[in-house]
């Protein structure tokens, strides 16, 4: 799949159910992940950022949340794999946006801050997302440009947690109860005895 499809899909994928070729995209980038490997576009600190965001949006209840479907892992193999340089580059800013807003409410980063304070940061990316949101809908200018609430840090960063939260197998078992190959297998079960 090349990047167009894999971004039309990825597109769509927020709020619908997600289209088979996003979900195998998914499980390639989760087997990928899950052979392991150095981080290839972010650095370790920034790494835990994204895994206390990912696990903020969607986080352990009855069910193991983002950071144990190794939601940040997929995150950052996406961003090499998929996403092009001003893209990457718009991301990683948005990362350093959370710490800046974070250093402005008395931490001296977002992974430092206490939690009450980090869910007061991501409060306000969401809000900020609504209201670009509404801006794009009545097609007027945001913060002095063009609305763009799809190319938002923090739209991309729940979209990515949810695609790669719910491609893992963590999200797509334990979470949709769903399975690859449905049914019970009984691979010794004489002829005769399954009664056809």
């Known amino acids: 799949m090349n990047r167009r499809d894999w971004l039309t899909a990825f597109g769509a994928a ?21 052979r392991g490997g150095p981080l290839r576009v972010l650095r370790p600190q920034q790494s835990e950022l994204v895994a206390t965001i990912a696990e903020l ?8 949340g983002a950071r144990a479907a190794r939601v940040h892992e ?56 609504a209201q670009e949101r509404d801006a794009d809908r009545a097609g007027v ?14 739209h991309v960063i729940k979209r990515l947690t949810l695609v790669g939260y719910y491609t893992s197998e963590i999200g797509f078992t334990r979470e949709l109860h769903a399975q690859i190959i449905p049914g019970r297998y009984d691979g010794c079960v004489p002829l005769e005895a399954r009664g056809s």
Request: no cysteine; charged share 25%; aromatic share 8%.
């Open 14 to 34: 927020l709020g619908v159910p997600l289209p088979d070729d996003l979900l195998d995209l998914g499980r390639a980038l989760h087997a990928h992940v899950a």
């Open 57 to 64: 949006i969607l986080p352990e209840t009855d069910t193991p």
């Open 74 to 129: 997929f995150i950052d193999l996406a961003l090499a794999e998929w996403f092009d340089r001003a893209d990457r580059d718009r991301f990683l800013a948005g990362l350093a946006d959370v710490d800046a807003r974070a250093r402005g409410a008395g931490a001296s980063d977002f992974l430092h801050a206490p939690p009450a304070r980090q869910v007061e940061v991501l409060t306000t990316l969401d809000a900020e997302l």
């Open 141 to 154: 200018q945001w913060r002095g440009r063009a609305a763009a609430p799809d190319r938002s840090f923090f």
